[in-house]
């Protein structure tokens, strides 16, 4: 039996490594999988918790979850295609349409 | 039968209703006919009413119809409710009888005026004001009334509002009415914290219970005669007057002769029980309505203004009737007010008809010698200066007369020879106008002449009625010596006036008053015709040998000037100041300040947002972080 922990130190890295990508990568569908690493990270501790505590309720998240993203993903890959079209680039420090 | 007269003033309303709303699209045909039949069915309503009131008995007066509560807040109750007693019916039926006259004249005046249907839509939006301020039966409505006339005033003043006196006369006269209204509003503020209530009833029940001091009294009564110089054009507050004769000429008969400018009479008579009680008040409106009568006679004497003749001469007269208040003789008072309601509209209608036919002309020195082209127009004048000037038989005889007999036997000496001066000077100035009008060389221009016509019927006809009624208006109050219970009048007015203790003067003394005041009458007539027909010459030597008083007169004492530099210049220097200092500094300092600094802040915020989705991203991450921080310890 796996100990608990190695599954939430596996979540944990995975979210940080995420959030670094997302930091650190220019282009807009780099940083889109940076952030569907960090929904995953959270997937796995969700699902982590559920079977040791024997109870459904975190996998119903999780399926949750599953679906968010893909619907997430539709949408923010049709948003990144206009911008595209827009403005002939996806890298982030190019776009700031919504600047104050 | 007598509970329909609500319906008097609801009438003129729905008619003001329609024609301000439909007004452009109608015809004018229509609209004369609305107009005039609006206040002729009030008139007939006033009538039943009148022949309703005299079959019921004194008991039961005044009949009160409540409408609905419009008031109610805590103690405090005003209703909408309308009473019809001796007092309101006499001001309804003149307002409604005379007003319909004045409704037909204005068809014929105004014919061509491109504003007809504004017109009537004031003129009945007044009638329905006036109604409103002598049927109401308590005095929250009556100030309802009282204000809706002057605003009324002010929009028929201001009529031709291109015309730029004649929109500053309008202000002038909503101005100068506020500040007697501040002092009436007051006034009602006193009688509703000592009475409780405004009905009439309820002040009347707390006067003769006793509820109210002496004191308190002469409070309320004073400040409400401040309300009334205001509104009737009394020193000190007169000043409007003259000036409202900018208006059209119909509408200084109805409202600034016959109906509006008497309201301050209507009040004081309707408090009379509060003026009985407070001997000071009353004292000081004989005294303010006597120096009146004298102050504002001698200013009619130099002016050469047609219309302004008929203004102070309305000033003075006002006068008379509150000297007939004030000494206690109500009933005379009112007597009064209904006898003027009939020859100075009589009398500035027919002025209106004179200039009318010479092209709007008012200069007394650009004409004379008329008689002979307005056949009808000089007879009518020439009734209506008879009645005023008191000669006997006609209404304005026995109207003053009877002001003059009470103030004698009162013992108001000084009021009295005061109002004996007054009236050698009203006989006088009535019969300059005429002699300078209809009589004397012709002084008009050429082409002025050549248009001479007599006016249309619509107008002719309401000056013969008129004329009728100054004459025969005084015979249902009959002095005493022409036999007892024949002042039938005063006798109807009774249940609301309270009889006042006077002295009986004996037979003899009555007809000696008579005799002077016919003999002063006169007097002013015949040094009128010395002046203007026998020697013409004598008023040029007159001015030539005081021509300090000429001047004086002639320049109406400088008050104008004396408020303009007193009250006007200072008001409107002061109201300089403040928008320079105050409001443009501190008000919108105050305000542009708030929105600065908002936007001050809103500029420091606008630095986050650079529209870079990795930074919302930091701090967010950054904000995520504190949070669990801070759950964690």
Not at chain 2, 4 to 23: C, D, H, K, R, V
Not at chain 2, 359 to 372: A, F, I, P, Y
Not at chain 2, 432 to 455: A, D, N, Q, S, Y
Not at chain 2, 505 to 534: D, M, N, R
């Amino acid at each position: 039996m796996i100990p608990l922990s190695y599954f939430l130190i596996l979540s944990a890295v995975l979210f940080v490594l995420g959030a670094v990508a997302f930091f650190v990568k220019r282009d807009l569908i780099t940083m889109f999988m940076a952030v569907e690493v960090m929904l995953n990270a959270a997937n796995l501790a969700f699902i982590t918790f559920a079977k040791s505590a024997s109870s459904i309720d975190g996998q119903i998240i999780v399926f949750f979850i599953v679906t968010v993203a893909a619907a997430e993903a539709a949408v923010g890959l049709a948003i990144i295609l206009l911008i595209f079209r827009q403005k002939k680039t996806i890298k982030s420090e190019d776009i700031n349409l919504m600047k104050g | 039968m007598t509970d329909i007269f609500w319906l008097i003033p609801f009438i003129p309303a729905m008619s003001t209703l329609i024609l301000a709303i439909f007004g452009q699209k109608l015809p004018k045909k229509y609209i004369s006919f609305q107009a005039c039949f609006a206040v002729f069915a009030s008139f007939i309503i006033s009538v039943i009413s009148l022949v309703g009131l005299l079959q019921t008995s004194h008991e039961s007066y005044p009949l009160v119809k409540n409408l609905f509560s419009w008031i109610h807040a805590g103690s405090f109750k005003a209703d909408l409710s309308f009473q019809l007693d001796p007092l309101s019916a006499v001001m309804a039926l003149v307002v409604t009888g005379v007003g319909f006259l004045i409704h037909v004249y204005s068809v014929g005046y105004m014919a061509n005026d491109k504003s007809y249907s504004r017109y009537f839509t004031y003129l009945n939006l007044f009638t329905f004001a006036m109604l409103i301020l002598v049927m109401s039966s308590n005095v929250v409505l009556m100030f309802v009334g009282w204000e809706g006339v002057g605003l009324c005033s002010y929009l028929l003043i201001g009529f031709w509002f291109e015309k730029h006196s004649a929109a500053n006369a309008g202000k002038k006269a909503f101005i100068v009415n506020r500040i007697g209204d501040a002092a009436f509003i007051i006034g009602i503020f006193f009688i509703l914290i000592y009475v409780g209530s405004g009905e009439f009833t309820a002040i009347n029940s707390a006067i003769s219970g006793g509820a109210i001091t002496q004191g308190v009294a002469t409070l309320i009564a004073v400040l409400l005669f401040v309300g009334a110089t205001g509104k009737s054009a009394q020193i000190p507050l007169y000043v409007w007057l003259p000036d409202a004769m900018e208006g059209p000429t119909p509408v200084s008969a109805l409202i600034h002769a016959a109906t509006m400018v008497t309201a301050g009479v209507y009040m004081v008579s309707r408090m009379n029980l509060l003026y009985t009680l407070s001997v000071d008040a009353a004292q000081v409106v004989a005294v303010v309505g006597a120096v009146t009568a004298i102050y504002a006679a001698t200013m009619a004497l130099t002016q050469n203004d047609i219309k302004r003749v008929l203004a102070y001469s309305t000033i003075s007269q006002i006068g008379y009737m509150f000297i007939g208040c004030g000494v206690g003789a109500y009933a005379a008072g009112m007597f009064h007010l209904y006898t003027h309601a009939f020859f100075k509209s009589l009398l500035f209608l027919a002025a209106g008809s004179v200039m009318h036919a010479l092209s709007g002309e008012l200069d007394m020195r650009k004409m004379g010698g008329l008689r002979k082209y307005l056949p009808l127009t000089y007879p009518t004048f020439l009734i209506g200066a008879i009645a005023i000037s008191g000669i006997p038989f006609l209404s304005g005889f026995f109207s003053k007369d009877a002001i003059l007999t009470h103030a004698f036997a009162s013992g108001q000496y000084f009021v009295w020879a005061l109002g004996i001066l007054g009236a050698v000077l009203t006989a006088f100035y009535m019969f300059r106008l005429i002699f300078l009008t209809f009589h004397g060389k012709e002084r008009m221009t050429p082409e002025v002449k050549k248009h001479i016509h007599e006016p249309p019927p619509a107008m002719t006809v309401p000056l013969v009625i008129l004329a009728f009624f100054s004459i025969v208006a005084g015979f249902i109050g009959l002095p005493v010596v022409f036999g007892k219970n024949l002042n039938w009048f005063g006798h109807f007015l009774e249940p609301v006036i309270k009889k006042s203790h006077e002295a009986h003067l004996t037979l003899g003394t009555e007809w000696l008053l008579i005799i002077i005041s016919v003999a002063v009458a006169l007097i002013g007539i015949l040094i009128a015709y010395i002046f203007y027909i026998k020697k013409p010459q004598i008023p040029h030597s007159l001015v030539a040998r005081f021509p300090f008083i000429y001047k004086l007169l002639y320049n109406k004492y400088y008050v104008d000037e004396i408020y303009n530099a007193t009250f006007v210049n200072p008001t409107i220097k002061g109201s300089e100041l403040i928008y320079d200092k105050f409001d443009l500094k501190v008000i919108d300092g105050a305000v542009n300040g708030t929105a600065s600094s908002a936007s001050f802040f809103g500029k420091i915020l606008s630095y986050f947002q650079t529209g870079l989705i990795k930074d919302y991203a930091l701090i967010f991450l950054l904000g995520a972080i504190l949070f669990i921080a801070y759950l964690l310890f």
